[in-house]
């Protein structure tokens, strides 16, 4: 690398941008405020989770799993990356990715609260809890980025239409887990049915509503997510029924949305691991 060449050379180079060629004006009478909002939710909600995944290297049950959950954990990644960067855009401001991710406190994310609950190899969680909770969430993200490849906003269509068959992937690999959980030992079998418990609480937040993704599903930029339950619950159905397992009946979580900004005590802990090293060297490239 030339001297004072700032390029990440840890992530190669030579490679085309994800977003090559994709048009990254802003819609027309679309409020933009609105839109940062908006990307700022899926981009948040991808990032979480991708760390919350990252947990598991090297810790999980298998060398094989321990690679599918890190490259799964990758591709959220990569969408983080884009979303938080057309937030950016979006609002104005003068940041990136790093800085949205790295310098906003708790109260600034904007993430569903599933995505940030304890199920990882440490104390208040396990392996059966983490397949659980990417069950639920990549069967609702697929159903969304397969509506948002319709969105007026070129930068979201294409994050949309990229990020579907990765999540076909993550949808598919949560779904042969939890089959494999539910039909193996009678161990495994009661930890899937304690995951699924586990997360449950959670999942209705995935259906309703912030006014901001209102607005702009009026707009034809967003996708109102109550519109995804229809879909959501019968690709559930199947798994679970294929699996032997009774849907979970756990009330919803009482509490304010992750999407105001409030969080479960678990989010503060997360954060403070991901954004150490940021915060301990500011400005530090590697």
């Known amino acids: 690398m030339e001297a004072g060449e700032e390029r990440h050379w ?58 599918a959950l890190a490259n799964i954990a990758l591709d959220l990644l990569g969408q983080a990356r884009l979303l938080l960067t ?24 904007r993430n569903t609260r599933l995505v940030e609950v304890d199920c990882g190899p440490g104390p208040g969680g396990d392996f059966a809890a983490t397949i659980a909770r990417l069950l639920v969430f990549a069967t609702h993200r697929l159903a969304l980025l397969q509506r948002l490849v319709g969105s007026r906003d070129p930068v979201l269509s294409a994050v949309a239409a990229k990020g579907v068959k990765e999540v076909a992937y993550h949808r598919d690999h949560a779904a042969q887990w939890t089959l494999r959980l539910a039909g193996g030992t009678e161990y495994s079998r009661e930890r899937m049915i304690a995951g699924l418990d586990l997360v449950w609480p959670y999942v209705e937040e995935l259906f309703t509503a912030h006014p901001v993704e209102a607005r702009l599903a009026d707009a034809g930029v967003a996708v109102d997510p109550a519109e995804l339950r229809a879909e959501v ?26 999407r105001d900004g409030i969080h479960t005590e678990a989010m503060g802990y997360l954060l403070a691991e991901m954004q150490h090293i940021h915060r301990s060297m500011p400005g530090a490239l590697w």
Do not use: K, N
């Open 10 to 67: 840890a992530f190669g180079t030579g490679f085309t941008a994800a977003l090559s060629g994709v048009d990254r004006a802003l819609p027309a009478d679309v409020d933009t405020d609105d839109l940062a909002a908006y990307a700022l939710m899926l981009g948040d909600d991808a990032l979480i989770l991708s760390q919350r995944l990252a947990e598991w290297t090297s810790r999980a049950p298998e060398l094989e799993e321990d690679v």
């Open 86 to 109: 057309r937030a950016a855009e979006a609002d104005g401001v003068a940041c990136d990715e790093d800085t949205l991710a790295f310098e906003r406190d708790e109260h600034e994310f």
């Open 233 to 258: 619950d019968e690709v559930l159905d199947t798994v679970f029924t294929a699996a032997d397992l009774q849907r979970p009946t756990a009330a919803a979580r009482a509490g304010g949305p992750g």
